[in-house]
T-cell receptor
Framework: NAGVTQTPKFQVLKTGQSMTLQCAQDMNHNSMYWYRQDPGMGLRLIYYSASEGTTDKGEVPNGYNVSRLNKREFSLRLESAAPSQTSVYFC?????????FGPGTRLTVT | EDQVTQSPEALRLQEGESSSLNCSYTVSGLRGLFWYRQDPGKGPEFLFTLYSAGEEKEKERLKATLTKKESFLHITAPKPEDSATYLCAVQEDSNYQLIWGAGTKLIIKP
């Protein structure tokens, strides 16, 4: 059991470029989440998916889009990257009161 | 404004030196409070859920307690492998989203 996997682990983008962060879980969770983590701040929810085919905005959704492709996969897309999106991105699965996190993607936008 | 504040930001202890980490919160109604551990370069790992004032949970050298305004994570006779960042999060009655603290970085010196 891999739990929650994320790709890539590291990425450098130039301002205006686009990319998709991939996340997959093998724990059969209905709910999945995308967070960003910045120094000195708590994790902030970007988007949430309660089940396949449904997504909801979190605290900081601007500049991002998501796709819940199936029960296993939940992707995060940056259409036009900005330096303010430099962060570590975590995907998680599980119930709100017990979430299982992936290893993260460290994204730098120059 | 709902918020979660963790203190101290960092704590250095000698191996075997017991101490406590604090998580204070202000929300209108608490559904649950959660403690996670995060190792460098990894995603957070779930430790405990506390639901009501007076509740306690234990796991190895860690014990979490909850009052109406704060939670403590007590570490008894810590070992170097307990070194990590400890994150606290709360969930309000009316919202599935978690509000995260910025974390306490714990360093245990041998």
């Amino acid at each position: 059991n891999a739990g929650v996997t994320q790709t890539p682990k590291f990425q450098v983008l130039k301002t205006g470029q686009s990319m998709t962060l991939q996340c997959a879980q093998d724990m059969n969770h209905n709910s999945m989440y995308w967070y960003r983590q910045d120094p000195g701040m708590g994790l902030r929810l970007i988007y949430y998916s309660a089940s396949e085919g449904t997504t909801d905005k979190g605290e900081v959704p601007n500049g991002y889009n998501v796709s819940r492709l199936n029960k296993r996969e939940f992707s995060l897309r940056l259409e036009s990257a900005a330096p303010s999106q430099t962060s570590v991105y975590f995907c998680a699965g599980g119930r709100s009161y017990e979430q299982y996190f992936g290893p993260g993607t460290r994204l730098t936008v120059t | 404004e709902d918020q979660v504040t963790q203190s101290p930001e960092a704590l250095r202890l000698q191996e075997g030196e017991s101490s406590s980490l604090n998580c204070s919160y202000t929300v209108s109604g608490l559904r649950g409070l959660f403690w996670y551990r995060q190792d460098p370069g990894k995603g957070p790992e779930f430790l405990f859920t506390l639901y009501s004032a007076g509740e306690e949970k234990e796991k190895e050298r860690l014990k979490a307690t909850l009052t109406k305004k704060e939670s403590f994570l007590h570490i008894t006779a810590p070992k170097p492998e307990d070194s990590a960042t400890y994150l606290c999060a709360v969930q309000e009655d009316s919202n599935y989203q978690l509000i995260w603290g910025a974390g306490t970085k714990l360093i245990i010196k041998p």
